[in-house]
């Protein structure tokens, strides 16, 4: 008896094959996503560095998430958690900036 | 990593199996759609703990960070870029073969998956090289956190630029334990692999191992730029 | 059976059923011999294990109590000298978070019910059930061979740089006890979330789920969380200490107060780990004992999810004095005061449920219904401390002390009690002796009062923490906590002596005992070890009194000896 899933899986039964083409695309976006992040870290952009960087290793991230991690083909419940952790993440930087930066107002 | 009940009466779980035949499922599920759901949201469950794990390592990294802003970019020229972004290399591509072995036990293409498997390990065993080599470096430059750091060597910036070096021992160090753990999955996942284990029916052993190696490589990710880029438009990319 | 008609505890109308379990197999007679217990991976086998385990700990946190309230009992130190008694006050919070409230409910009862509320065989993970039992008892071990050898004396919260650079204690080791500890709650959770989400029988829809599992879910969630920040900080504690890496030292930068955020990130969370599940339990005991649905119930359901999601933004208000930023401290304690939010609505549902309920006062009712009153008190000095300019006054006093012993221990260990005591025949067959059960909640409320009341008179009027000697004004209350301390203890004594006495010697208990609904009370007490005799289906909301009960239908007929009642 089937249980109440709040999930389809991909691989009951048919594994969901994906293309190798979408493999080697994301492969090659990850070492360009490197090399770009290389070259922009020699430029000198002030603060903006820092949110450059941050930018690019979050697309990488999130390439290697929707496609290695086959997130982007997974049911909803899957999508949730993957997403739950960095923003779990966010929330701790950002209370705990909180302080840091506001002791000289 | 596959959590089958080893209860009192049951029979040992599958070995190789002919094509058609229905694996068994574990005792207190109902069938394997929802074992293999529950296995794969397991692991998600268990990389959100890692996520915050290492989450909590960045945090401190980035409010000593926005305290000694000039500390951490002078003491991060210190690493060696080009070691960092080959180690980063050599992780993406361990992540597309891990990706590959995953597609070839999908498709049942066995001596690929094994194949990729094997890679995917070396990258990693690659990987734990580099650092170790990297380690060494700063251990003979005394740059080891700790009573023994040069202090000297970056001037004004001196104690915080120690701090600089705390975070990223702690950091990289986890990181690279658990490196050693994924190279210890990916023995498991050969073991098995080659016992025929991993069908298209059935691969969920290795799915969920590559969500665990695709995790490593993600946390470098972030790694890469904010331990060994940090000061390179400052400094210039240095040795 | 009537869901008006009373049945009195202990005599169930089956009782040629329960003459008969003896012959037939519970989870508890599946198997013979120290393996196999010790190598199960049976959930219900594993929270027994759980409930001696934690039994153990607390006696030893509640010696540990016992020598405080020995030493403060009077203003002079006379019983132990600074240096000691700084490492009880560290050894009692440390036993007490980390291996009884912290597990407890969850490891205990929530191990035990969580297949069976929602129609399961077992967790999704057994092994990894077991695996953290297994963890929780090296860390434990660790823990006790350093209370052994001198304990610590930094306080339970290791704060730097005293713990990372000047204590002279084990601080290294502890911090690897708990670390190591840690991970048994995170798989613990892990175990519950997967289960509720993959688990749940056909028809166990997520509205139609007892509260008690919402509650646990929402546990799980902090547990999974939270957890990992806490051995990510232990971890750079004990490098610091081990290796002296500088991280904390604000003699080169580190910044203590950055130990105290990564600490209470965790720490504040905690305390939700340990209070949620209590509530979970109160949510089943007021719908037993009153045999009505809880009122507002998916205000109750979301409630919980709010608390765990809320929890984790007011940490700040544990370092309102440590020269944190006065705008971060305005936003936590905004956060704070919202967070009682959910709280309060539980409690004013649970008290609406009361109005034109059946009530019957029973051991676990009286539990519940002390819960109401002393977790008020006890939430609402919380709301009192989030006030910045309060706490500026009430840090670190007996203030503090008395609001968090009002939640953990009247509000906590009260649910836990209330709970073992309402489960005990599910879980052992055996009907606990009830005069004694409502004579020992009686002696523990009084008791518990005569301890931490006076605690916040004494706080508010300006006494110290974590001191073991005080001034000659103090003394009355002082005398007077401790006394109610030795009464406390004889209350929780009774428990630990007659709930085993009911092993042997209690009244055979029959599937449903108190007339509840649940799954868990249409199975078999104790349990076969696979919980249900066939697929179960759902058809029902929970706590469905008052319609024409009837119990989950069976595609199988359960067989003839194990009958269950309707």
């Known amino acids: 008896m089937a249980p109440p899933t709040d999930s389809h899986a991909a691989h009951a039964g048919e594994p969901h094959v994906l293309p190798l083409s979408t493999y080697w695309g994301v492969f090659f976006a990850l070492v360009a996503g490197t090399i770009l ?63 840091f930066y506001t002791r000289s107002w | 990593m596959s959590a089958e009940i080893a209860h009192a009466h049951e029979h040992e779980h599958a070995r190789a199996l002919p094509p058609g035949v229905r694996p068994p499922v574990s005792n207190h599920f109902e069938d394997l759609e929802q074992q293999e759901e529950t296995e794969k949201l397991g692991m998600w469950t268990f990389l959100i703990t890692e996520v915050m794990f290492f989450g909590a390592l960045f945090t401190a990294y980035t409010v000593y960070r926005s305290l000694y802003p000039e500390a951490f970019m002078l003491a991060s020229s210190h690493l060696d870029w080009k070691l960092g972004g080959f180690n980063t290399l050599v992780l993406i591509v361990s992540s597309l073969t891990m ?33 170790y080599f990297e380690y060494k470096s700063k251990y003979d430059l005394h740059l ?27 950091m990289t160090g986890l990181h690279a334990f658990h490196m050693v753990v ?36 993600l946390v470098w990710i972030f790694l890469f730029p904010m331990l060994y880029l940090l000061g390179a438009h400052v400094h210039g990319p240095a040795h | 059976m009537s869901s008006t008609t009373h049945t ?44 001696i385990s934690i039994s153990f700990f607390f006696l030893i946190g509640g010696s540990f109590a016992v020598l405080m309230r020995l030493e403060l009992a009077t203003p002079k130190g006379d019983v132990v000298d600074a240096e000691t008694y700084n490492r009880l006050f560290t050894m009692h919070g440390i036993v007490m978070i980390f291996f009884f409230l912290v597990p407890s409910i969850p490891a205990v009862l929530g191990n035990f019910l969580v297949p069976i509320m929602i129609g399961a065989r077992d967790l999704a993970f057994p092994k990894i059930n077991l695996i953290s039992w297994y963890i929780y008892v090296v860390g434990g071990l660790i823990t006790l061979w350093i209370a052994i050898s001198g304990g610590v004396d930094t306080g339970w919260t290791f704060y730097t740089p005293y713990s990372s650079t000047y204590s002279n204690s084990q601080v290294a080791m502890t911090a690897i006890g708990v670390f190591i ?38 546990t799980a969630l902090i547990m999974v969380l939270a957890t990992p920040v806490l051995a990510t900080t232990i971890f750079l504690l004990g490098l610091e200490r081990i290796f002296r890496i500088g991280i904390f030292d604000p003699t080169i930068g580190g910044d203590p107060v950055l130990f105290q955020h990564l600490f209470w990130f965790y720490s504040h969370p905690a305390v939700y780990i340990m209070i949620l599940p209590g509530m979970g339990v109160m949510s089943e005991l007021i719908a037993a004992f009153t045999k009505k649905r809880v009122f507002g119930y998916s205000f109750v359901a979301f409630s919980s999810l709010a608390i765990a999601i809320l929890g984790f933004m007011v940490w700040g208000h544990h370092m309102f004095t440590t020269g944190q930023s006065p705008y971060a401290s305005m936003v936590f304690s905004v956060l704070t005061m919202l967070v009682a939010v959910p709280s309060a609505v539980k409690v004013f549902n649970w008290t609406a449920t009361l109005y034109k309920g059946s009530i019957e006062m029973t051991t676990p009712m009286l539990y519940a219904v002390a819960f109401i009153g002393l977790f008020t008190i006890g939430g609402l000095t919380g709301v009192f401390l989030g006030i910045m300019a309060v706490d500026r006054h009430v840090h670190d006093t007996y203030f503090v002390v008395a609001h968090f012993h009002y939640v953990m221990v009247g509000s906590m260990v009260m649910a836990f009690l209330g709970g073992l005591h309402f489960w005990w025949p599910k879980m052992f067959g055996r009907m606990y002796p009830e005069a004694l059960g409502r004579f020992a909640a009686i002696i523990v409320f009084v008791g518990f009062n005569l301890t931490f009341m006076p605690q916040f008179i004494v706080g508010f009027q300006g006494m110290p923490r974590r001191y073991h000697v005080y001034p000659e004004e103090f003394g009355v209350f002082n005398l007077l906590s401790s006394a109610g301390a030795s009464i406390l203890g004889v209350g929780y004594l009774m428990p630990m002596l007659y709930l085993p006495w009911s092993l042997k010697w209690g009244k055979k208990a029959g599937p449903n005992p108190w007339g509840a609904k649940g799954l868990e009370w249409t199975i078999e007490s ?41």
Not at chain 1, 39 to 61: E, H, P, S
Not at chain 1, 63 to 89: C, E, N, Q, R, T
Not at chain 2, 144 to 169: C, H, K, L, N
């Open chain 2, 144 to 170: 080891m956190p700790g009573p023994t750091f040069d202090v000297a060597a970056f001037g004004e910036w001196g104690p915080q630029a120690r701090i600089f070096f705390s975070i990223y021992f702690a």
């Open chain 2, 182 to 217: 994924g190279l210890i999955l990916m023995g498991w996942v050969f073991v098995k692999a080659k016992q025929g284990h991993f069908t298209p029916q059935r691969y969920i052993g290795i799915e969920i191992s590559g969500l665990y190696w695709h995790f490593v490589d």
């Open chain 3, 8 to 51: 009195p505890p202990g005599q169930s109308r089956e009782a040629h059923a329960s003459a008969a379990s003896e012959e037939r197999s519970t989870y508890l007679t599946d198997g013979y011999g120290w393996k196999s217990w010790l190598l199960t991976v049976d959930h219900k086998r594993i929270a027994v294990l759980y409930l």
């Open chain 3, 526 to 566: 104790p349990p076969i070890t696979h919980n249900f005799h066939g697929p179960v289906v759902v058809d029902e909301e929970a706590y469905a009194y008052g319609e024409i009960p009837h119990a989950p239908k069976f595609v199988e007929r359960p067989e003839e000896e194990s009958k269950v009642v309707r």
């Open chain 3, 181 to 218: 500890t840690g991970f048994s709650s995170i798989l613990t959770g892990l175990n519950f979330i997967v289960t509720i989400h993959k688990m749940r029988a056909p028809g166990l829809t997520w509205f139609r789920l007892p509260l008690f599992i919402w509650a646990q879910y929402a």
């Open chain 2, 99 to 131: 990706a590959m072995s995953i597609r070839a036990a999908q498709t049942n293409k066995r001596n690929l998956m094994l194949v990729n498997i094997v890679l995917t390990a070396l990258l990693g065993a690659t990987f734990l090289v580099v650092k």
């Open chain 1, 37 to 99: 992040t290389v070259w922009t870290a020699t430029i000198d952009l002030g603060a903006l560095n820092l949110i450059v960087a941050l930018v690019i290793a979050t697309i990488k991230a999130s390439l290697v998430i929707l496609f290695f991690m086959h997130v982007k083909y997974s049911s909803k419940l899957v999508w949730i958690f993957s997403a739950m952790g960095f923003f779990w993440v966010v929330l701790m930087f950002a209370f705990t900036l909180m302080d």
